[in-house]
């Protein structure tokens, strides 16, 4: 098992800047790929980012390209998600994530956090 902890959601305006972490315990964090989803009220949770185990491959939406990056530090067991240029649309519960497979489907991905809110205001 692999328990998920994220912190670092909150309120921001519009073109503001939040950084989310998320603190990963149990097994071998390294092994797994790790990502992050976001779900706006009222919709399905969707794919944000992702990156594999080395840290060396990332991956994004098409609306988040350019303005959010995820890291990972193994020796630490986390992962981050840096979000600039915050947008309203931004709004959402963002979720931390964790699966074996290179792939975007949530269904695919394991272990999950409890998620933390960031509302971004106009």
């Known amino acids: 098992q692999v328990q998920l902890v994220e912190s670092g959601g909150g309120l921001v305006q519009a073109g503001g800047s939040l950084r989310l972490s998320c603190a990963a315990s149990g097994r071998t964090f390294s092994n797994y790929v790790m990502a992050w989803f976001r779900q706006a009220p009222g919709k399905e949770r969707e794919f944000v980012a992702r990156i594999n185990w080395s840290g060396t491959n990332t991956d994004y939406a098409d609306s988040v390209k350019g303005r959010f990056t995820i890291s990972r530090d193994n020796a630490k067991n986390t992962v981050s998600l840096q979000m600039n240029s915050l947008k309203p649309e931004d709004t959402a519960v963002y979720y931390c994530?964790?699966?074996?497979?290179?792939?975007?489907?949530?269904?695919?991905?394991?272990?999950w956090g409890q998620g933390t809110q960031v509302t971004v205001s106009s």
């Open positions: 994530s964790g699966g074996t497979f290179w792939l975007t489907a949530q269904s695919t991905y394991t272990y």
